[in-house]
């Protein structure tokens, strides 16, 4: 299961997925986007199916679960990659709109997507591993806004606090400490303020953004057996911006 899989990091990974024999579940909001990638798949003889819904409802949630479950009889790898982030004003000067948006997306997100997904996992009785999109902003302020910051911190402590309690049953959980991607989220970004670029890869120590195939690697990794000992971890795919 994959959630923001319409676009930038979210579809980049539901193609390797796919490409690796992976049957994938992809959940978003842009119903036309999500069709597409899945047609795109399916011809590419890759299973996959699409399940519109918002990673902030429940019950959206809990429908694209049990499609996997429907479709491809269990749920073992889930990748909570939805989120949303921002550039801004200081802190004193946010409206409340843009906290309540940050923290709905990015920490009920994933809250809701763990609360559906582990308990199939526990169901099944053979483990299962999952990966939470953090970021670098999880680790320290990067210059977005702070609730988003504040999200990405929250993001890393609902995975550990999960990899700690359901690692007894076989299921490792994981946060992506994701540095800046040329998304669709992004690009606007870019388009307005051609300088932004620089300075968002200054402090790294490769000074480019990444593709997001690039980090859906780290992902595939993380899901397979090849990460059979890592779990609670807060991964760095963010070219060095991290280490110095």
Not at 24 to 33: E, F, G, N, S, T
Not at 143 to 164: D, F, S
Request: with cysteine; net charge negative; hydrophobic share 50%.
């Amino acid at each position: 299961m994959i959630t923001g899989a319409s676009s930038g990091i979210g579809a980049a990974a539901a193609r390797l997925f796919a490409d690796e024999g992976a049957a994938v579940v992809l959940m978003a909001r842009r119903k036309d986007r999500l069709e597409e990638l899945a047609a795109e798949i399916r011809a590419g003889h890759g299973k996959a199916v699409a399940v519109p819904g918002d990673v902030c409802s429940p019950e959206d949630v809990a429908r694209v679960v049990a499609r996997a479950v429907e479709e491809f009889g269990g749920l073992d790898l889930a990748f909570n990659n939805a989120g949303w982030g921002s550039l801004g004003p200081a802190l004193h000067q946010l409206d409340d709109s843009v906290y309540d948006l940050a923290m709905e997306v990015n920490v009920r997100g994933v809250w809701n997507c763990l609360r559906a997904e582990i308990p199939v996992m526990l169901r099944q009785g053979r483990g299962g591993a999952v990966v939470n999109t953090s970021s670098v902003a999880g680790h320290c302020a990067t210059g977005a806004v702070a609730p988003y910051i504040a999200a990405k911190h929250a993001v890393l402590g609902l995975t550990r606090a999960a990899a700690a309690e359901y690692g007894a049953q076989g299921i490792r959980v994981n946060a992506l400490m994701a540095g800046s991607t040329r998304t669709d989220l992004l690009e606007p970004y870019l388009v307005d303020n051609p300088e932004l670029e620089q300075a968002m890869t200054r402090r790294a120590i490769q000074k480019r953004l990444a593709d997001p195939a690039e980090v859906a690697r780290v992902v595939a990794w993380l899901c397979s057996d090849q990460a059979s000992f890592v779990t609670g971890g807060a991964i760095p795919v963010d070219g060095g911006w991290s280490a110095v």
